[in-house]
C-alpha cells in the first residue's frame, strides 16, 4: 500500500515540476522532459549511491584510527554507480544563491559521464537556459524520500507518466509503452536468468535489464559479471532514458539506437542463434513493414507473415516479432515477452507460423493477462514463453494460464500483481516443471511471513486493529489527533497486509495442497498436449484449454434484480422531470422581474 501511496505521490511532483518548466520556459514537452528526467535520474542516483556508501563504511576498514575512505571501485562491485561530491545532489540542493546553478548542474552531469563510458554524451548539460530559480524549485521537487523507497523501472513508469500528459499522441505514433512491473517481474520469474547473453530487440527505458539485474543480485551473484546485456530501441530518446535507467542500477550493457536499431530489418548485434534470454514488450500490430527488407535481414526460421500482394508490406508484424524472439535463442535458450492477445490465435499465415512453432516442442508456458495493466493502455495481453532446453517430460507439452480474472486493483484504471501473486503463478510453472521444492519453500516462506496466523486469526487480527484504532483515534486529544490516526493507520495497514498474505496463501493451497501437487485448475490452469493444441487448430489462448470455472451463486434473482432497477431508474427520472419543472419554473420569473 505504501509504495503505491509514494508513487503516485511522486507523480504528483513531476507533474508540478512539469508545469514549473512550462510556465517558466518556451520548451516544447519533448526538449523539457529530458532536463527534468536527468535531474530525477541524479536524485536516484544519490539515494543508491547513499545506500551503497553506508553498507561499504559497515565493514571498512581503519588505518590509524581513520576510516578508509570508499572509492568508485568499491561501487562497481555492488553494481552502483560512484558519484563525486559535486555531482551529488545534496550538494546541489546545498549551494549558496550566489554560485550559478545551472553550470554547477551542467558540470554535475559531466562528472557522472565521466563515471560510466556508457553515459557519455548521454546526460544533458543544458541547464543554463533555465533560472536558477527554477532550477532550485525543481531540486527541491525532487528532494524528497519518496525516491528512496521506490525500487525497480522508476524512469521508465515517470517517462510513461510525462507521455501521458503531455504527448500521448507521441507515445501512440512511436508505439512507446511503459511495460509495468509485475508484468516484467513475471517474464524475469519464469524465465530465472542466471547466466549468459540477455537481448532486449525493443528495450525502452530499460526495464527488462533493471529486473534481470535485481533477480540475478538476490541469488546472490553480480548481474555484471554474470550477465552480459544487449539493447536495440529504435526511438533514441528512448535509448537515453535506458541508459540511464542502466547505471543508476549500476549495470552495464551494448545499447544501439537510432535506423540501425529497427529490429523488423537489422540484427544490430549479430546475436542470432546466440542468446541465453530474450526478453521483451516489443510494440503490437506494427503495419506497413517492408517485406523484402525484412526477409533479406533473416532472422525467419518459419517464413514470412501474411504481405500485401499490391504493396509488398507486412499487414502485421507481431509474428515478425515472435519469429526474431525464437530465432535469436541458442540451443539451451529461454525466451518471455509480452504480445497482443489476439496474437494466439490470429488466422491465416500466423496460424501456419504458429503451427510450425508449436511443433518445435519449445513453446513452454502462455499466460493471460486482462485488462489495465498497462499505465496508459487497458488493453489485454499475453505472456509468451519459450524454453529450447525443456525437461524430456515437457517437451511436448504446453502449461496455460489464464489470470485474466487475477491480479489487485491499483485504482480505476490500473491493475497488477502483488508480490504474492507473482510468486503463485510462478509456483504453477515451478510444479509444471517438477521442482516441488521450490514450491514447498514459498509454503515455508509465507509461513514465515504469516507468524503463525491462520487466514481467520487475520481477519480477526484486522477487525481488532480497526476496532482499536477507532477507540484510540476518539480518545485523543486535539493536539496528538493526527499522530494518533497515522499511528493506527500504520497499524491497520500491517494487518492488511497480514490477511493479504494468508488470503494468498489460501487461494494457492487450497488447489495444490501444502506440499505442491499439480493438478489441472478449471478456470486457472492445464497442461496440454501437442495433440490436444491440434485439435484446437494450434490456437495458444488459454481460455480455450483452461475452461471457466464455476460462479457462485450470490442468491440473487437476476430477473427480480433488474426489475427493481427499472422501478429505481423510473423513481428517479421522474423526481428529475419534477426538478426540471421547478428550475424552469424559477428561470421564468426572473426572467419577468
Not at 528526467?37 to 541524479?42: C, I
Not at 511471513?449 to 485523543?476: H, M, P, R, V, Y
Request: overall charge negative; some cysteine; proline content about 3%.
Amino acid at each position: 500500500m505504501t509504495d503505491k501511496i509514494n508513487i503516485r505521490k511522486l507523480e504528483a511532483d513531476l507533474w508540478e515540476s512539469a508545469d514549473l518548466l512550462r510556465a517558466g520556459s518556451k520548451l516544447t514537452s519533448s526538449q523539457y522532459c529530458m532536463p527534468v528526467l536527468a535531474l530525477l535520474f541524479l536524485r536516484y542516483a544519490y539515494s543508491r549511491f547513499k545506500m551503497v556508501e553506508a553498507e561499504l563504511l559497515k565493514n571498512r576498514p581503519s588505518r590509524g584510527g581513520r576510516v578508509m575512505p570508499v572509492e568508485a571501485s568499491d561501487f562497481a562491485a555492488k553494481s552502483a554507480l560512484y558519484l563525486p561530491r559535486e555531482a551529488q545532489f545534496d550538494y546541489l540542493v546545498n549551494l549558496p544563491d550566489d554560485q550559478p546553478l545551472g553550470e554547477a548542474v551542467n558540470h554535475a552531469m559531466t562528472l557522472v559521464e565521466e563515471q560510466s563510458e556508457q553515459l557519455t554524451g548521454i546526460l544533458p548539460k543544458s541547464y543554463t537556459m533555465f533560472s536558477d530559480e527554477l532550477l532550485r524549485e525543481l531540486l527541491r521537487i525532487f528532494n524528497n524520500k519518496t525516491l528512496d523507497e521506490i525500487g525497480g523501472d522508476v524512469i521508465g513508469r515517470i517517462y510513461e507518466y510525462f507521455l501521458s500528459k503531455f504527448a500521448k499522441a507521441v507515445a501512440s505514433d512511436d508505439g512507446v509503452f511503459f511495460t509495468p512491473k509485475s508484468l516484467v517481474k513475471m517474464l524475469v520469474n519464469v524465465l530465472e536468468p542466471k547466466q549468459g547473453v540477455m537481448l532486449d530487440p525493443a528495450c525502452g527505458s530499460g526495464g527488462m535489464f533493471v529486473q534481470t539485474g535485481d533477480f540475478v543480485n538476490a541469488g546472490g551473484m553480480n548481474a555484471n559479471t554474470q550477465m552480459t546485456f544487449y539493447g536495440q530501441e529504435k526511438v533514441e530518446y528512448n535509448a537515453q532514458l535506458c541508459l540511464m535507467n542502466m547505471a543508476v542500477h549500476g549495470l552495464n550493457g551494448r545499447i544501439v539506437s537510432g535506423d540501425e536499431a529497427n529490429s523488423f530489418y537489422h540484427d544490430a548485434h549479430n546475436l542470432a542463434g546466440k542468446c541465453d534470454y530474450v526478453m521483451a514488450n516489443p510494440p503490437f500490430n506494427v503495419d506497413k513493414v517492408k517485406s523484402e527488407s525484412a526477409s533479406a535481414a533473416g532472422r525467419l526460421p518459419f517464413g514470412l507473415p501474411g504481405v500485401n500482394a499490391k504493396t509488398k508490406e507486412i499487414g502485421n508484424a507481431n509474428y515478425l516479432w515472435i519469429s526474431y524472439f525464437y530465432a535469436y535463442l541458442n540451443d539451451t535458450g529461454r525466451a518471455g515477452f509480452v504480445m497482443a492477445s489476439s496474437a494466439t490465435d490470429s488466422a491465416n499465415k500466423d496460424r501456419d507460423i504458429r503451427e510450425k512453432l508449436v511443433l518445435t516442442g519449445d513453446v513452454d508456458v502462455m499466460v493471460s493477462v486482462g485488462n489495465n495493466f498497462f499505465y496508459t493502455l487497458s488493453l489485454p495481453c499475453s505472456l509468451w514463453f519459450f524454453d529450447k532446453a525443456k525437461r524430456l517430460e515437457n517437451k511436448n507439452r504446453v502449461l496455460f494460464i489464464d489470470a485474466r480474472n487475477y491480479y489487485t486493483v491499483v485504482d480505476r484504471t490500473l491493475n497488477e500483481w502483488t508480490e504474492w501473486q507473482l510468486k503463485n503463478l510462478q509456483a504453477i510453472v515451478h510444479l509444471y516443471r517438477g521442482e516441488q521444492e521450490k514450491y514447498r519453500q514459498l509454503i515455508a516462506d509465507y509461513d514465515t511471513a504469516l507468524e503463525g496466523f491462520s487466514l481467520t486469526e487475520a481477519e480477526a487480527q484486522l477487525a481488532a486493529a480497526k476496532q482499536i484504532a477507532k477507540d484510540a483515534i476518539a480518545a485523543a486529544d486535539r493536539k496528538t489527533k493526527k499522530q494518533v490516526e497515522r499511528e493506527q493507520n500504520e497499524l491497520i495497514a500491517d494487518a492488511e497486509l497480514l490477511l493479504e498474505t494468508a488470503r494468498q496463501r489460501e487461494w494457492l493451497t487450497s488447489k495444490f495442497g501444502t506440499e505442491g501437487e499439480y493438478q489441472d485448475i478449471l478456470g486457472l490452469c492445464k497442461i496440454a498436449t501437442l495433440d490436444e493444441i491440434s485439435e484446437k487448430n494450434y490456437s495458444l489462448t488459454p481460455g480455450a484449454y483452461v475452461g471457466v470455472a464455476e460462479v457462485e451463486d450470490d442468491g440473487v434473482d437476476f430477473h427480480e434484480r433488474m426489475n427493481e432497477i427499472h422501478s429505481e431508474l423510473s423513481q428517479l427520472n421522474a423526481e428529475a422531470n419534477v426538478l426540471m419543472r421547478e428550475i424552469m419554473t424559477e428561470w421564468d420569473n426572473l426572467k419577468t422581474k
